[in-house]
T-cell receptor, first 115, second 107 residues
Framework: KAGVTQTPRYLIKTRGQQVTLSCSPI?????VSWYQQTPGQGLQFLFE???????NKGNFPGRFSGRQFSNSRSEMNVSTLELGDSALYLC??????????????FGDGTRLSIL | KNEVEQSPQNLTAQEGEFITINCSYS?????LHWLQQHPGGGIVSLFM???GKKKHGRLIATINIQEKHSSLHITASHPRDSAVYIC?????????FGQGTRLTINP
């Protein structure tokens, strides 16, 4: 069974641009959650999608958005990129929504660098 | 004060030593996760706990719900155990993470 796949693995952008990251969950998983990891703030929850609906959102500005498609694949978009957006972006999938007692399966992440 | 606190932040030990990493949290939770992150970024879920104790190979995780505390133990540590170990708690429909413990096991 294929794991969680994130593309691209590495990305370099400049300030002011926008970026779209992709996450394909494990087959059958309907929940996809996104996280940002930086050296200063550690791992922080961005948002979760389940059955194409955003269930919860972390404390991030509106420049960070996402969506989920009917096949459960999810995309995350960041607009008007800032230097502070440089981070490792991770997604995780699970069968049921966050809040239940079930393991999260993480992808390898997309490392985004802003110049 | 962070909702999830881990200690120590860094730990260096010799191969074969018994390792303990601690996690304390201040919020109500439905489950606690222990995660392992190797250089390069990928995260592996080691344990998910809501009570008691779990064991997988040389790894043991315990949780005390009343004291809001969990520990991850590694017996007979090995250099391949070198990684960052992260505690995460499932609160109100989201995961809240500790800052991680960087473990280095020297041969």
């Amino acid at each position: 069974k294929a794991g969680v796949t994130q593309t691209p693995r590495y990305l370099i952008k400049t300030r002011g641009q926008q970026v779209t990251l992709s996450c394909s969950p494990i087959s059958g998983h309907r929940s996809v959650s996104w996280y940002q990891q930086t050296p200063g703030q550690g791992l922080q929850f961005l948002f979760e999608y389940f059955s194409e609906t955003q269930r919860n959102k972390g404390n991030f500005p509106g420049r960070f958005s996402g969506r989920q498609f009917s096949n459960s694949r999810s995309e995350m978009n960041v607009s008007t990129l800032e230097l502070g957006d440089s981070a490792l972006y991770l997604c995780a999938s699970s069968l049921r929504p966050l809040g239940g007692n079930q393991p999260q399966h993480f992808g390898d992440g997309t490392r985004l660098s802003i110049l | 004060k962070n909702e999830v606190e881990q200690s120590p932040q860094n730990l260096t030990a010799q191969e074969g030593e018994f390792i303990t990493i601690n996690c304390s949290y201040s919020v109500g939770i439905s489950a606690l996760h222990w995660l392992q992150q190797h250089p390069g970024g990928g995260i592996v879920s080691l344990f998910m706990l809501s009570s008691g104790k779990k064991k997988h190979g040389r790894l043991i995780a315990t949780i005390n719900i009343q004291e809001k505390h969990s520990s991850l133990h590694i017996t007979a540590s090995h250099p391949r155990d070198s990684a960052v170990y992260i505690c995460a708690v499932m609160g109100a429909q989201k995961l809240v993470f500790g800052q991680g413990t960087r473990l280095t096991i020297n041969p």
